[in-house]
């Protein structure tokens, strides 16, 4: 999936699909997988054609001083303070030669970085190119036999559930599970759907709903059988499930079975059996310099003659309860994923990559409390080794949420519940004390009385504004050495964090899976120092979504364009025009390139903008909007019940917060009164005193005449 996989294509067979459709439905099919992947690779060459188109027609209305603060191409872009100064800009290079020096030199600024963007083209559109060749070869193997069947497709009677395999039974037995109460209504989630993914018209539409389903089923066992899950094979299926008009509710619950099957024939392996198959890995690593993942086609181990069987028997290759084509055809389809159970724990980890106990370790000396907590499932302590994992928990996503700040340590896991468990899903665990740290200074500030005045100080200017005119009160200034150390302290933690977190992914600790990241505040700060470090690595194919909320990173075209280049679905950016406080942190900053949690991020293809200026008034109050956020991004698995929750406990902050406004004000107001009172009893004593001094001459001038008598 990226630059550092160079494995052998999986071994080609013949595709038999006779009963589920004819030639010419075969060939419908194929046409709009042809369609997407065109489409596909267009999103790809238009994140670098067209940057910068669309930046002056931007629809915002941001104050002036934010468009004069950005700055033309030509500047240099800002990277993480802890990257080289040979990956500067994210993809300069150091020369290697006389000759490539001297050709550097010829060479302004803006030519090098225009040279290295054009550079990351390529690599991303070759990428892309031998995935989708690979894509087109698999589907070429498919054959109809007997002219096909054009109808509707067959029952292949009632399969067995295994005991207590599934937390949701109707999906193991194939039929799609229909979004419960607490879930987004499936009327919301089509619609973000066809928003997203506009459909491509198809004659398939015309096709039962059976047989669409049972098309989208046997396109997703075609992409699993490439022995991965790439992020392109999934945004492939999510326009063909756009464009075959099923909803998105089907597809996540086929994902759902799927991965619940693949994950029970893997339940039995022994740690002893999983212990030698990495040691092998390793010895044949060594010895042929060649990725572990590479040696996946030998069956070794795990073999167990063919798993089509037990596959059948969980529901693979069937849909709504057992229609469908036979165990054959689904084995067929999967290819070595149905042969070998060593594919199948590559899949999810087991193997293929480093010991995943032994990466956290490492990365526990780079980074503090390295840990990741599991949000959902029966699995009771940090993820640190995939065998540990419960069958019933894999899925075939995998996703991994950052905070950005700590109130207490449950706050790791605590913004991200309203994420149902249709993913994978972790938390990071980072610096706990230096987070707990920040957001106390955060929090003092926030809360004092010197940030009240300053907000009516400066509420007739915006935050660009502030930031142009270095116009910041007298008071809140004084609290700034409270702030500024943890914050700087945590910026540059971040950073490293979000190296460690990129090697991670290139050590597949996701396994041959893609991964969703979602951060707040700081936590955006990681994800933005991890999409670039993976950017030069040239790590294609791997990160699915990225949702950036109150990012304390540039918001410069390069930048952005090195970041949706490697993440192959969603990059939004969620930003907050009333944030002061992250305004005022940026303050000592680069904030010349802008300020991605302060404004929107125009001119990049693919990037996404959110403006929640409207209900995020302070940058501390992202961890309670996390859910209505993703919520309105159209997110496709959320716990509506949690994000009810969520804005309950706002609402409970803002009362807090509003009883703080209102005592602070009562007692500013007693002050007030004291003084005035003061300063009247002093005014009244001098005045007392002023009468008293003309009878105290007049006394004694009656004296010295007396005297002088």
């Known amino acids: 999936m990226g630059r550092r996989d160079h494995r052998p294509p999986p071994k080609r067979g013949d595709l038999d699909l006779s009963a ?45 001083s934010q468009k004069e603060i950005a700055k033309p191409l030509i500047e240099p872009t800002p990277v993480p303070a802890v990257l080289t100064a040979a990956s500067a800009n994210g993809f300069l290079k150091i020369p290697k030669s006389i ?9 302004d600024e803006s030519e090098i970085l225009t040279s290295s963007l054009n550079e990351l083209k390529r690599d991303a559109l070759t990428n892309f190119g031998k995935w989708r060749g690979t894509v ?33 039974t109707g999906a193991v037995r194939g039929r799609p599970t229909r979004p419960s109460g607490g879930d987004v209504p499936v009327d919301e989630s089509n619609a973000a759907l066809i928003r997203l993914y506009p459909p491509s018209p198809t004659p398939l539409v015309g096709l039962p709903k059976e047989k669409r389903a049972l098309i989208l089923h046997s396109v997703l066992l075609m992409l699993l059988g490439l022995e991965n899950y790439s992020t392109y094979s999934r945004i492939l299926l999510l326009n063909l499930a ?18 619940n099957g693949l994950a029970q024939v893997i339940k039995g392996i022994s740690a ?80 293929g990559a480093r010991a995943t106990g032994k990466m956290a370790d490492s990365y526990a000396k780079d980074v503090q409390d390295f840990g990741l907590p599991p949000l959902h499932g029966s699995l009771d302590k940090d993820y640190t080794d995939s065998k540990d994992v419960p069958a019933e928990d894999r899925r075939l996503r995998f996703v991994l949420c950052i905070a950005g700040w700590l109130a207490k340590p449950e706050d790791i896991v605590k913004p991200w519940l309203s994420l149902k468990d249709q993913s994978e899903a972790y938390a990071l665990r980072w610096e706990i004390d230096a987070l707990m740290k920040m957001s106390h200074a955060l929090s003092t500030v926030f809360r004092s009385a010197a940030w009240t005045a300053a907000k009516k100080e400066i509420v007739g200017r915006t935050v660009f504004q502030c930031l142009e005119q ?42 041959e899976r893609g991964i969703t990241l979602i951060g707040f505040s700081l936590g955006a700060r990681i994800i933005y120092s991890c999409l670039m470090s993976l950017a030069e690595k040239r790590i294609f194919g791997v990160v699915e979504n990225v949702v950036l909320m109150g990012a304390p990173c540039p918001t410069d075209l390069r930048s952005w364009a090195a970041m949706k280049s490697v993440v192959t679905g969603r990059l939004v950016n969620v930003y907050s025009k009333n944030d002061y406080l992250l305004g005022f942190l940026s303050r000592s900053s680069c904030y010349l390139y802008g300020v991605a949690g302060l404004s929107s991020v125009s001119g ?50 803002e009362e807090e917060e509003k009883r703080l406004d209102q005592s602070r004000t009562e007692r500013e107001a007693r002050e007030a009164l004291a003084r005035m009172d003061l300063n009247k009893g002093a005014r009244k004593t001098k005045a007392e005193k002023d009468q008293e001094k003309p009878n105290d001459g007049k006394k004694k001038a009656g004296g010295g005449g007396k005297q002088n008598k």
């Open 470 to 511: 270095n116009y910041w009160p007298i008071d809140l200034l004084q609290f700034s050495k409270v702030i500024d150390n943890p914050w700087s302290v945590g910026m540059v933690r971040a950073d490293k964090a979000g190296l460690t977190i990129a090697d991670a992914i290139v050590n597949k600790i996701q396994g």
């Open 99 to 107: 000759e490539e020096a001297t050709n550097l030199l010829k060479k």
């Open 604 to 653: 990049i293809h693919g990037v996404e903008n959110l403006n929640v200026s409207d209900t995020v008034t302070g940058h501390l109050q992202y961890q309670y909007h996390v859910g209505s956020i993703l919520k309105s991004l159209g997110w496709e698995d959320l716990n509506r019940n949690q994000i009810v929750q969520e804005q309950q406990s706002l609402a409970m902050l």
């Open 136 to 168: 087109l070869r698999r589907f070429g193997d498919i054959t109809i036999k007997n002219g096909g069947n054009g109808g509707n497709v067959t029952n292949q009677g009632p399969h067995q559930q295994q005991g207590g395999s599934s937390r949701r």
């Open 242 to 259: 756009s464009s075959m008009h099923i909803p998105m509710h089907v597809l996540a619950a086929d994902e759902l079975r799927v991965a």
């Open 272 to 351: 002893e059996e999983i212990a030698a198959r990495r040691a092998e890995e390793g010895k044949l690593a060594r010895r042929y310099k060649v990725p572990p993942a590479s040696t996946t086609n030998i069956t070794t181990f795990g073999v167990n003659g063919g798993l089509a069987a037990p596959l059948a028997s969980l529901g693979i290759g069937t849909v709504f309860g057992g229609l469908g084509f036979g165990a054959a055809a689904a084995a067929g389809l999967l290819g070595t994923m149905a042969e070998s159970t060593v594919v199948v724990g590559t899949l999810f980890g087991l193997y």
């Open 20 to 64: 589920l459709m004819n030639v010419e439905q075969k060939n419908q099919l194929h046409q709009l997988i042809n369609v997407i992947l065109e489409s596909m690779q267009k999103n790809v060459r238009d994140i670098f054609d067209n940057m910068g188109n669309g930046r002056d027609d931007e629809k915002e209305d941001d104050c002036e």
